[in-house]
T-cell receptor
Framework: AQSVAQPEDQVNVAEGNPLTVKCTYS??????LFWYVQYPNRGLQFLLK??????LVKGSYGFEAEFNKSQTSFHLKKPSALVSDSALYFC?????????????FGAGTRLAVHP | GAVVSQHPSRVICKSGTSVKIECRSL??????MFWYRQFPKQSLMLMAT?????????EQGVEKDKFLINHASLTLSTLTVTSAHPEDSSFYIC?????????????FGEGSWLTVV
């Protein structure tokens, strides 16, 4: 069965420093991986996805993620954090081939960027 | 870009009543939409897959008769919480796949807060 793990409940970063939000996955077959961000009381906003191709995926708002097949990871990164990046981040994997676009979400990681 | 709209954004209803939440794809057609619920400080749990013109597919443990889903057109899916109870209070989010968009991106609505009193 597909699953996603986000090992950190919260990540604290100083503004201007690089940030990493971790995600590992378990999936049979080729993984389709996604990152979404959720601001308070709001829905989810798409950041980026990995389907195939380059392992380094660039997305919205300066975020990028690196797909690492050997480590089954898809960590979200940003070279220089902004206070406005503070939000809840979800990693997701697409479900089984029969459940196309049925996303399975990790528990979420709260990112707090301090001025 | 593609937009998914949910209405209402917030609703309060009395126990025992029913409440309907709408999910619309504003500038694209969506043959399939997905309904999630999210409890405070928790992740999103998929409730059901809404299929245009046919019955919804529910996830294990989700009561079909309690969470009625109708997908009558290519741009609208509705979730009706019937005989609502306080434990149904939650944040409900829909998503839709834009088949014509960049690499089949999925878009989420803004979510609907349901409070049952």
């Amino acid at each position: 069965a597909q699953s996603v793990a986000q090992p950190e409940d919260q990540v604290n970063v100083a503004e201007g420093n690089p940030l990493t939000v971790k995600c590992t996955y378990s999936v049979s077959g080729n993984p389709y991986l996604f990152w979404y961000v959720q601001y308070p009381n709001r829905g989810l906003q798409f950041l980026l996805k990995y389907i195939t191709g380059d392992n380094l995926v660039k997305g919205s708002y300066g975020f990028e993620a690196e797909f690492n097949k050997s480590q089954t990871s898809f960590h979200l990164k940003k070279p220089s954090a902004l206070v406005s990046d503070s939000a809840l981040y979800f990693c997701a994997v697409r479900g089984s081939p029969g459940g196309y676009n049925k996303l399975i979400f990790g528990a979420g990681t709260r990112l707090a960027v301090h001025p | 870009g593609a937009v998914v709209s949910q209405h209402p954004s917030r609703v309060i209803c009395k126990s025992g009543t029913s409440v309907k939440i709408e999910c619309r794809s504003l500038d694209f057609q969506a043959t399939t939409m997905f309904w999630y619920r999210q409890f405070p400080k928790q992740s999103l749990m998929l409730m059901a897959t809404s299929n245009e013109g046919s019955k919804a597919t529910y996830e294990q443990g989700v009561e079909k008769d309690k969470f009625l889903i109708n997908h009558a057109s290519l741009t609208l899916s509705t979730l009706t919480v019937t005989s609502a109870h306080p434990e149904d209070s939650s944040f409900y989010i829909c998503s839709a796949r834009d088949l014509g968009g960049p690499q089949n991106t999925i878009y989420f609505g803004e979510g609907s807060w349901l409070t049952v009193v």
